[in-house]
């Protein structure tokens, strides 16, 4: 069964910083590395949105609002993946989680951000 684990949320001041990451299981190592992996949020009432992705060779591609600010990386061995959080708005806050194309209908609990004064 393939599970994605997210962890690493919190709260944070704006300007602050966090570092997600996405463990993976049951996804064999040559599937994980056949495509991108990529890190979703979603505010309540509002769809998922995509953040940020990065490719099996590490080219990265972000939404706009978080240009500059988000840094993804990922683990091929050990099948993870990251995301560096740094100068946080509150526009940021909302349930961060991983997916890997293969698997479009697997979700997990996802970590919650909150970015508060």
């Known amino acids: 069964q393939v599970r994605f684990v997210e962890s690493g949320g919190g709260l944070v001041v704006p300007g602050g910083s966090l570092r997600l990451s996405c463990a993976t299981s049951?996804?064999?190592?040559?599937?994980?590395?056949?495509?991108?992996m990529a890190w979703h949020r979603q505010v309540p009432g509002k769809q998922r949105e995509l953040v940020a992705s990065i490719t099996v060779r590490g080219t990265t591609n972000y939404v706009d609002s978080v240009k500059g600010r988000f840094t993804v990386s990922r683990d091929n061995a050990r099948k993870r993946i990251f995301l560096q959080m740094n100068d946080l708005k509150p526009e940021d806050t909302a349930v961060y989680y991983c997916?890997?194309?293969?698997?479009?209908?697997?979700w997990g609990q996802g970590t919650q951000v909150t970015v508060v004064s």
């Open positions: 049951g996804i064999i190592t040559s599937v994980f590395n056949s495509n991108a």
């Open positions: 997916n890997h194309p293969n698997y479009p209908h697997t």
